[in-house]
């Protein structure tokens, strides 16, 4: 007869272990509080009028901005992040320089090297740049698996890439938290979650944490 004890252990190592490991990582009180500054910051970005521009543009570094009224998706995440003191132009280019085979390079850019006017603002870098210095998180069809301050990323189609943020607000007829995001309206908070093929799922909490 087997012993209780080996019972016990066999169960911790087939079950419950494999378990833990794929259990997201546990938020800290002090990420937990930069994570609510972030989406707060996110929502307020929904009351300003940007209209949607893809054009690359020249701007200083560190602390970078195109015009404040026009942007892209990846904008709204720059400019919520350094709403709580991250400046995420310094913080991509700084890990680019030194890891630059790390970050795709394709073929339409046809990069050599960095580029801080525009690095920053490409979804596939941001990728990268989440999943290298933040937590990658379970892509999931479960809602309550993205919680406020994930950042999503989609393929639009034919691999057009998209970025969002989710936020503390929720959706009265799904449930589901909703996200701040500009797919060409500006920003917007919307139930927009699973509206596209999503290719990513983070946590960020800055260069300190």
């Known amino acids: ?10 169960w911790l190592t087939l079950v419950l272990l494999p ?3 794929q259990s997201p990582p546990a938020v800290s009180l002090a990420n937990r509080d930069f994570l609510q500054k972030l989406v707060a910051a996110a929502i307020e970005r929904t009351h300003h009028v940007v209209r949607y521009d893809p054009a690359y543009v020249r701007i200083p570094y560190p602390n970078g901005d195109v015009p404040p009224d026009t ?4 904008d709204e995440i720059i400019r919520a992040y350094r709403a709580v003191g991250v400046d995420l ?6 890990d680019m320089l030194h890891n630059f085979s790390a970050y795709p390079n394709q073929r339409r850019w046809l990069l050599a090297h960095t580029d801080t006017n525009i690095d920053h603002r490409r979804v596939p870098n941001l990728m990268a740049f989440f999943s290298r210095k933040g937590e ?3 892509v ?8 406020p301050g994930d950042l999503v990323t989609w393929d639009l189609g034919g691999n057009v890439p998209h970025i969002g943020i ?3 607000r929720k959706s009265p007829q799904t449930g589901r938290y909703l996200i701040v995001h500009n797919i060409g309206r500006g920003p917007q908070m919307e139930n927009v979650l ?10 960020y909490f800055g260069p300190s944490r």
């Not at 942007?71 to 990846?74: E, Y």
């Not at 999931?140 to 919680?147: F, L, V």
């Open 166 to 168: 989710v936020v503390d």
């Open 71 to 74: 942007g892209v998706c990846t």
């Open 19 to 21: 378990t833990l490991a």
């Open 136 to 138: 990658s998180l379970p």
């Open 194 to 203: 699973f509206n596209w093929k999503i290719t990513g799922h983070y946590r």
């Open 89 to 94: 132009q310094k913080e991509v280019h700084e």
């Open 140 to 147: 999931s069809a479960r809602a309550e698996e993205y919680t």
């Open 1 to 10: 007869m087997r012993h209780p004890v080996s019972i016990v252990v066999l």
